[in-house]
């Protein structure tokens, strides 16, 4: 139980261009998703929080312009990489907090290359 | 402000050779302390949830615990399929979760 999926697991896009990240959870209800970048050889950072039907709550620092996330639905949250640049390339991961619980369960991630 | 450190950053072991990894911490309001399991190029797995000090939790050479300021996970007799990085996160009222920087393990045959 507690799986969550990540599409696509990569891609390389141009410079300009928008890339959309889907995160589903298979086998449980995510009132709360959140979005994590992570850079090579450190820790997860936290970009924003999403709750089903509810504008994302962004962190300190992250363009909400540029990174949309839309949590339509208790199972899907998309992640809209706008005008990507290269400083935009990293690993984005995607985690779902199932209702009534504190626990996260994380999907495989996605590594974006903008070229 | 919410404060998670992993100590050692880097942990080298001999197939067999037990030890443990630490976690300290300082959050207003500990709702859960979290232990995860990454391997390079994927996601976080989740490991274990502990919500109260001096709660225990098991899982095949795993164990973890839980003080007021720190949690520790042991790894006894470890194999080299234990190798990878292990975090540790916080999380308080707002659900969200605030990582260590983690601690890389490598277990040598």
């Known amino acids: 139980g507690a799986v969550v999926s990540q599409h696509p697991s990569w891609v390389i896009c141009k410079s300009g261009t928008s890339v959309k990240i889907e995160c589903r959870s298979l086998d449980f209800q995510a009132t709360t998703m959140f979005w994590y970048r992570q850079f090579p050889k450190q820790s997860l950072m936290l970009m924003a929080t999403?709750?089903?039907?509810?504008?994302?709550?962004?962190e300190q620092g992250v363009e909400k312009d540029k990174f949309l996330i839309n949590h339509a639905s208790l199972t899907l949250s998309t992640l809209t990489v706008t005008s990507a640049h290269p400083e935009d390339s990293s690993f984005y991961i995607c985690?779902?907090?199932?209702?009534?619980?504190?626990?996260?369960?994380f999907g495989p991630g996605t590594r974006l290359t903008v070229t | 402000e919410d404060q998670v450190t992993q100590s050692p950053e880097a942990l080298r072991l001999q197939e067999g050779e037990s030890s443990s990894l630490n976690c300290s911490y300082t959050?207003?309001?500990?709702?859960?302390l979290f232990w995860y399991r990454q391997d390079p190029g994927k996601g976080p797995e989740f490991l274990f949830t502990l919500y109260s000090a001096g709660e225990e939790k098991e899982k095949e050479r795993l164990k973890a615990t839980l003080t007021k300021k720190e949690s520790f996970l042991h790894i006894t007799a470890p194999k080299p399929e234990d190798s990878a990085t292990y975090l540790c996160?916080?999380?308080?009222?707002?659900?969200?979760?605030?990582f260590g920087k983690g601690t890389s393990l490598l277990v040598t045959p």
């Open positions: 999403s709750n089903e039907g509810s504008k994302a709550t962004y």
């Open positions: 959050v207003s309001g500990l709702r859960g």
């Open positions: 996160a916080v999380s308080n009222s707002g659900y969200a979760l605030n």
């Open positions: 985690s779902a907090r199932n209702r009534g619980t504190y626990e996260q369960y």
